[in-house]
Structure formats: structure tokens, C-alpha cells
């Protein structure tokens, strides 16, 4: 006897089917069972096989009066089919939270690749800064269920892993943390806790969708007006390379907490060989004054010139090496080599560079040492990662993007002049460059993406972190997606923990446990316990001894701090995927992109539907309950550059490429992975537009690209094709 359609517990929900075709020889019954099976909510696998034997047609016994039928005669069923009639029809006007008719949508999306801006891609004008509030949920942003799957954790005996624990105590007592804690007690498990602080970050579709439209519009907002929070500042670099270009070029790069020197030789074939040194930034170069920074600068640029460079000098006097400066932080740039620096970010805080060209700081020192050298171009990293890529990419496509996503983040991409208004509007300063090619590379600074916190997600941690930072209020953005700051979030909620749950209660922790001291935690904490797949945890514990400085954790505490490690490197992954959707919308990569979604998920499943198909519905889901939405499960990282599955190629020509630079991009386990799942969950992009897009590390960004860019800047002072 055929039975109804099992529901598929593991997969997408489907729609309601018909039930078959029953033969007219036996009346038959659907079982209580089967109906209490269905509308339960939330179905564990261990009880499939309960509801896969309950949902099944039984013929009734021939003594037994069945209660629930289906009546066979042909009067009765034209009875039935016009109840029904009449109930849908009364639902469609009378019941409206069981039904959602909404127009068809319209494809927003030009056919042709050129740019989009918000209104274009989301159907909606933007709203002012003015007009929005953080609260506010930008209109046309679909609702999504969001349930992923949970991990089975070992919960086994805990193993004698830690031997070597001091004979002396050293228990440190509990202090209070600025940390905001809304979850002080209660009745929640250590890892029920931890699993509810984890929640907190989650980063959901419509969150995703509504931070690219927010890009979308700042972007907008920088490339019209000077001072913006997102500066989009123009590089005044009108060209990337296509791996012919040679030479011998000088780079320096003053990117963070260290400064290196490079000698570059660019072979003309996409390859090139390197010669470089590094030294550390003295902290105390770091709050000074400008001179002493750059004149620490310009004799480590000696000493690396004469170690390298002395024979060739020594033959013509005269010759000068053009050198690119990577100069990793907000500059008002007006020429290819000339740029102001707008703040510091990074644990620098020199206030008298401020305003100051840097450019100009760095050649009065190398004058002052009688230097052969010349400070061709001003390079950010950003841009230098995207003239690396573009130097080195396979195939003919060339690059779009280049971001950083290591210590800090940031982007530059490739613009339409026409699209960079500020530079045009009458008495810009602006210097010269390049108008043939029709196009800039902008640095975006997205960085501070957001400061005012419309749409960025925010915890307690997040602004306990912020509070204490040297910039309050300032690279919102990149202070909950850097490697420098992800570190600093797992403490403080660490600590919420230890105030709510008392985690680490029978554990030793030091006097000087890191715990306790702000900013010690690096984000290679996070990797090493993101990557730990041993039994019982035993490589997080030994990193929360190493690390923390906390002794004898247990297997419970060990699982909880997991769980949180991994909502904050899936939330920092998840996050950067916004600003690269947005850069690729907005330059018209995805002229064929997928519609905008701008149903939600309960309507979607009844826009194509008559009203008597979705009064029908509405009647099965009143008995039965509503399906449970798809779940959305972590992506595997994919295993090789190219994101093309082997079943569907892609041309060539279709390929957007995009280059990254970072630690956390290339190190961080499952980065990438979660990163293009974002990419999947944002409908303009889709799965299609996620495949087009080609991500590949660059090889020695700051280094080659700074070379490369001072090639360009010697070719245009000299007016060299």
C-alpha cells in the first residue's frame, strides 16, 4: 500500500505535496501519531525512525468506525472540494497571518556590466546618515531562519595532560570586568552559556545583506565628498599591471609593528625575485615625534642600500633607484607621490605628523644621508596587494580587488573616473595623473566602515574592547575583523563567562595569566583552538595553559571556550565578505548576478500560488505547522584557487579576481570558507556570482606592489608609455 510522503528532517523544506492517489476499494485513515510527528518544531535524528512509522496510511478495520476519512463517493468529494473553496477564500481576506500575497518581483539588476549603485541593486533609494537609526531594518531585507548544525562534543573523562602545574599556588582572585554582562544568572550550563554568548555573534543573511547596501552607500557618500569615515581616497594609481613589466625597484613598508626593505627585480614574465631585511619598530618610535620615526626609517633604507646597492652606485653617482613607500595608514593623497596623513591606527600616535605629507618626511631624511633614492610613489598596502595580484594572476582577467585582512583591513579597487566626483567638483585640490585609461585605483579605508553602528553587529564585548582601545569610536569595522583585535573580543567574553559561570573555578591560573592583562591575547590563540580536532580538546587546553596561563581546564571548559572561539572567527569572516559583495556589485561585475531576493522566506514558498493553492496551504499549515527552514551549515574551504566546480566551468572572462593579503586570511582555519557561504547568502551575489569570484593570496604585496607602483610613477614622470 503506497504511504504518505516521508518529510525530509536533514534537507530544505519542501513544499506541501498532494497526497496519492488512494484506491476507492477501503476507506483509510491518517494516524494521530503522524499528525503530532509533523507540527513538532524541531525533530532530533534519533527520532526518524518514529516518525517515518508513525507517517504511514493504515486501512481501517472493517469493525472500527473511522473518525478521520476521506470519503470515496463523487457528490462528496465535489462537497469537500468546495468547502474548501469557500475556507480558502475566507482565509485569502479574513487571515491574513497565514498568507502573504506580494507582487511578483522585477529584476533590479542591469543586464550589462556597469556600475550599480544602491538604488539600483536593492530597489530602494538610500537613506542620510540622518535618517537611519541602528535600530532600523533597511525595508526590502528578506527575514531568514537561521539553524546550523550543532557539534557532537566529547564529553569523556578528563585525561592527566597537566603534569607540569607548579607546586605554588597561583590562583589569582576574581575581579570585576568592565565587560556588560546580560546573562548573570540563571540556570544555563557552563556550555549552555557559552553557546548562548556564541549566539551573540551570529552574523544572519539579512544582517550580511543589510551591511552591502550600507557599503553601497558610503562608498557613494566617499567618492563624492572629502572627510568622509570612509575616505575612498583617490591613488592617483591610473594602471594596473599584466606581469611584462621589468626592472630594479626599491620598497619599503611601513605596515604595523615592523619596517622592511626590499629590492625587487621584476623578470617581465609574472615572476620576480626579492631581496629584503627587517627590523622591529622601538615602541617608544611609536609615541614620539615624527623626525625620529622617519629618520629611524631612512638609516635602515641606508644600511639596506649599502649592503645591496653600493657597487652599482659607485659606477654612476648620478643614478637614482625609484622607491615605492607603503605607508599603511588614512592619507589624503594628491599625487601619486605626494600624500597627508590623515590619523594613525595601529598603536601609532604621533600627533605632529599629523596634516604632514609623508612622502616629504621620508625624502628629507634620505637627503640628509646623501641618499641615491628617490620616493617615487606613495602605496598603500592595500593597493600594492592588488598591484601584486594583478602582476602575478593566472589567465588575462585582470585584478579588481585587493584586501588585506591580517593585523588590520582594508581594500582598494579599481574605479571609473566618472565615478570619483570629488576630484572634479570646483576647487578640489587635486594633482595630476592619468586620464587615459579611464579608470583609479581607490583606497576605500573601509576600515572605519561604519563607525556610527547603523548595521555592524555589536556585543558587550565589542564595546568593552572599543571603550579601552586608542581610538574609540573609530575603525568600527576593522575592530571586529582584525587579527589585532579578535584576540582582545575572546577575553572579554572569557571574563563574562568567569562572572557568570565561574569558568576555570578549579583551575590555576597565574598572577600574570593573560587573562587578566588587556590586549596580551593574540588571534593565533583562536587558530590554534579553531583547528583542534583532538580527542577531549587536548590541544585547547595546552593552548589555554600556554596562553592564558591557566592550568588543569576541564574537557566541559575546554568545549565552551571552543564554542566561542568559533563564533567570533566565522562572525569576522562572515563580515569581510560584505565589503568584497559590495565592491563586485557596485563596479557591475555580476551584470548577470541573481535577482534580488525581496521575499521573505515564509512568503516565497506562496508567491507562485493561486488563491485557493495558498488557502489550501494555509489550512495544512494551520493543522500541521509550518516546515522548519533550510539550515545553513559551515562551507568547507575550498581546496584550490579557483572556485569553479569541476560539473559547471566558468569563461574565463567571467572571472572576477581578487587578491588578499593577511594572516588571518591565509592562516585562519576555515577563513575562506565561511567567507564565500557569506558571499552565497547575499542574493545579489548568489551561488552563481559566488563561483565567478576568484580569490588567490598575493605574493609579497606591500613589497612587490610598492615596486610596481613606482614603476608606474616612474613611467609618468618621464611620460614613458
Known sequence: MTGLPTPNVAGPPARFRSAPHLPHTSSHKITSNAINSVSTPHCSPSSDAKIKDNLRVTPFPATVSPSIYFPTSLPSLRLLSLALLLIALGLQFFHKPFIDVLPRPTSRLKPTPTRLVPQEIFGSKSTSAASSTPETVPENISGFAICGPQK???????????????????????????????????????????????????????????????????????????????????????????????????????????????????????????????????????????????????????????????????????????????????????????????????????????????????????????????????????????????????????????????????????????????????????????????????????????????????????????????????????????????????????????????????????????LYTPWSLDTSVLSYIEADETPNYLVTRETIQKEMGVYGTTVEEAEAIKTIVHAIGKRSARLSAVTIAAIVLATGKLGNAPKPNTQSAESSDTKDLSFIEQGINAIVTAVLGKPDAAPLVDAPAPTSESPVKADKAISEDDIIDIGVDGSVVEFYPNFEGHFRQALRDIPEVGEEGERKIRIGVAKDGSGVGAALIALVAYKMMNNIA
Not at 621589468?246 to 627585480?265: H, K, P, Q
Not at 593623497?333 to 616629504?360: M, S
Not at 594583478?390 to 573616473?417: R, W
Open 152 to 514: 557532537n562534543y566529547q564529553n569523556d573523562p578528563d585525561p592527566e595532560i597537566y603534569s607540569d602545574i607548579p607546586h605554588q599556588t597561583f590562583v589569582r582572585k576574581l575581579e570585576t570586568s568592565s565587560v556588560e554582562n546580560s546573562h548573570m544568572g540563571g540556570n544555563m550550563t557552563l556550555i549552555e552559556k557559552a553557546k548562548s554568548i556564541a549566539a551573540e555573534f551570529e552574523y544572519t543573511p539579512e544582517q550580511a545583506r543589510a551591511g552591502v547596501k550600507e557599503f553601497l552607500r558610503l562608498m557613494d557618500v566617499g567618492l563624492s565628498n572629502d572627510g568622509e569615515a570612509m575616505t575612498m581616497i583617490p591613488t592617483y594609481v591610473t594602471k594596473v599591471p599584466n606581469g611584462t613589466e621589468e626592472g630594479v625597484y626599491l620598497a619599503v613598508d611601513l605596515g604595523g609593528t615592523n619596517f622592511r626593505v626590499c629590492s625587487i627585480t621584476l623578470k617581465g614574465d609574472t615572476t620576480f625575485s626579492i631581496q629584503q631585511s627587517k627590523v622591529a619598530i622601538p615602541k617608544a618610535l611609536m609615541v614620539s615625534d615624527s623626525k625620529s620615526l622617519f629618520s629611524f626609517l631612512a638609516k635602515n633604507i641606508a644600511e639596506f642600500v649599502k649592503e645591496h646597492h653600493s657597487d652599482h652606485f659607485a659606477e654612476d653617482a648620478t643614478h637614482h633607484l625609484h622607491l615605492g613607500f607603503t605607508f599603511s595608514f588614512p592619507v589624503d593623497q594628491k599625487a601619486v607621490n605626494k600624500g597627508y596623513l590623515i590619523r594613525w591606527t595601529k598603536g601609532f600616535d604621533i600627533p605632529d605628523a599629523i596634516g604632514k605629507d609623508v612622502c616629504a618626511l621620508l625624502q628629507a631624511e634620505i637627503d640628509i644621508l646623501g641618499l641615491p633614492v628617490v620616493v617615487a610613489a606613495l602605496v598603500n598596502d592595500t593597493v600594492g596587494t592588488l598591484m601584486a595580484r594583478s602582476y602575478t594572476s593566472p589567465g588575462k582577467t585582470g585584478t579588481l580587488l585587493g584586501a588585506i585582512f591580517g593585523t588590520g583591513t582594508n581594500g582598494a579597487y579599481v574605479e571609473k573616473l566618472s565615478r570619483i566626483t570629488k576630484m572634479t567638483k570646483p576647487g578640489a585640490n587635486v594633482g595630476e595623473y592619468d586620464k587615459s585609461t579611464g579608470e583609479m585605483v581607490v583606497n576605500t579605508e573601509w576600515g572605519s566602515f561604519d563607525n556610527d553602528m547603523k548595521v555592524l553587529p555589536d556585543t558587550p564585548y565589542d564595546r568593552a574592547l572599543d571603550k579601552n582601545s586608542v581610538n574609540p569610536g573609530i575603525q568600527m569595522f576593522e575592530k571586529r575583523v582584525s587579527g589585532m583585535f579578535l584576540g582582545e573580543i575572546l577575553r572579554n567574553a572569557v571574563l563574562a563567562l568567569k562572572e557568570s559561570h565561574n569558568i576555570f573555578s578549579t583551575a590555576t591560573i597565574k598572577t600574570d595569566s593573560a
